[in-house]
């Protein structure tokens, strides 16, 4: 998205008359809407739009509480994101109990080579808030019921804390349409198989079990479809035969959290666009690692490929 459009997100229980009402209140300040996307999860209504503000006939102060007065009227949450919103974008981290994902985000972060600040850390366990106190970064559990997420809390910190990207670094919990439509394309994921195979829990064991040679690791972005969103990078290794959980996950981990940093590299330099559920490169593509390492290439053959085949065409 061009750093001069406009985002809004309206999300909220679906009802009819829904969309009218925000786009009329949109086109009475002269906006003009250049982008619209609407769904609807489990009874929850979502629409995206992005807007061109350049003949805006308001203050953006105003178009601000106007939204959120039509929002308080219909029972809808509207989140507005002027362009200088996103000069200064803030991290959420979200984490159980794995470390190497959050240790990796934070080394870059205290690098300056993450070009973003974490603002929080929350998790559903308390096991990795002596990690986020060691940078001097808050730490909120929102861990209920043996780990179960409180989201309403979830919600209220995301908030409060101005989020504009959420890395989950191996929480192990669904976020329910509540939470995803809010932040849609603003919710970054490592998964450890090569995705499409091998989605949901214990994707190391499925891959032992169904005997792979190559296993993998991948960075997407989330949608209320598990494990199913666009993939941004992907790594992989190999499985020795006679490799157990333990080993697998060794190989895995710094690669997850190599795949899920350059992820967000992609994601908060602007690097990385969404459209019809695939990820696409800009022009900055060849800056990044998207999946295997060029080195690869030397190693890789380049033929036999379908054709005539080259003793005949030597003949010719």
């Known amino acids: 998205m061009t750093t001069d459009i406009t985002e809004i997100t309206v999300v909220g229980d679906d009802d009819t008359g829904l969309v009218a009402r925000v786009t009329s209140l949109l086109f009475e300040r002269g906006l003009n809407i250049e982008d619209l996307d609407q769904a609807v999860r489990d009874g929850v209504f979502r629409m995206y739009l992005a807007v061109d503000t350049s003949e805006m006939v308001c203050t953006e102060e105003k178009l601000r509480a106007d939204l959120h007065d039509l929002g308080d009227d219909l029972g809808l949450d509207v989140q507005v994101r002027f362009p200088a919103d996103r000069e200064t974008q803030q991290i959420a981290v979200l984490v159980t109990k794995e470390s190497h994902c959050l240790e990796a985000l934070f080394e870059a972060w205290a690098n300056d080579d993450l070009g973003a600040d974490i603002g929080v850390v929350i998790g559903n366990h308390d096991d990795l808030q002596p990690l986020a106190e060691h940078y001097d970064v808050p730490f909120h559990d929102i861990g209920i019921d043996g780990g179960q997420q409180d989201e309403e809390k979830l919600l209220e910190l995301l908030a409060e804390y101005d989020v504009d990207l959420i890395v989950l670094a191996r929480y192990m919990r669904i976020l329910s349409p509540n939470v995803v439509f809010r932040y849609e394309d603003r919710i970054i994921n490592v998964h450890p198989s090569l995705l499409p195979a091998f989605p949901g829990a214990e994707a190391y064991r499925q891959a032992i079990e169904e005997g792979v040679r190559v296993a993998g690791v991948t960075a997407h972005y989330v949608t209320t479809d598990l494990d199913q969103g666009p993939i941004i990078t992907q790594r992989a290794f190999d499985v020795p035969d006679d490799a157990d959980l333990a080993e697998v996950k060794r190989r895995g981990q710094p690669l997850e959290a190599e795949a899920l940093l350059e992820a967000v590299r992609l994601h908060l330099n602007g690097d990385v666009s969404v459209h019809r559920g695939r990820t696409t490169v800009r022009e900055n593509g060849d800056d990044y690692q998207l999946g295997l ?19 005949v065409a030597d003949d010719d």
């Not at 390492?293 to 003793?311: H, N």
């Open 293 to 311: 390492p060029e080195e690869i290439d030397e190693v890789t053959p380049d033929r036999p490929v379908d054709g005539i085949g080259s003793a």
